[in-house]
């Protein structure tokens, strides 16, 4: 996976549960697409060069995943939020 991939921005519902969930710092289990699973605490979202991350902590380190990379993410508040491009 290459981080030259152009970046194709996801669904702005998708996009406004992840800021949700940033605001509570809540703890998501992710899918991305490429099969890794991981748990994190949703900390932050950010724009560099017209690509979008999202910033999680895990296990005291921060990790910055890009949003069109993750298949999937849940969280007992919000269900199980299945990604799609805009």
């Known amino acids: 996976m290459s981080m030259n991939d152009t970046y194709q921005p996801i669904n702005c519902d998708d996009y406004d549960n992840l800021e949700l969930a ?8 992710l899918e991305l697409k490429d099969g890794e699973v991981l748990k994190g605490k949703a900390s932050d979202l950010v724009s560099r060069k017209n690509v979008e991350y ?8 921060t990790r910055e995943l890009r949003l069109d990379k993750i298949a999937s993410f849940s969280h007992p508040q919000i269900g199980t939020v299945v990604v799609s491009e805009s």
Do not use: R
């Not at 940033?22 to 289990?29: A, I, K, N, S």
């Open 54 to 61: 999202l910033i999680v902590e895990d296990a005291g380190a």
């Open 22 to 29: 940033c605001q509570q710092h809540l703890m998501l289990t």
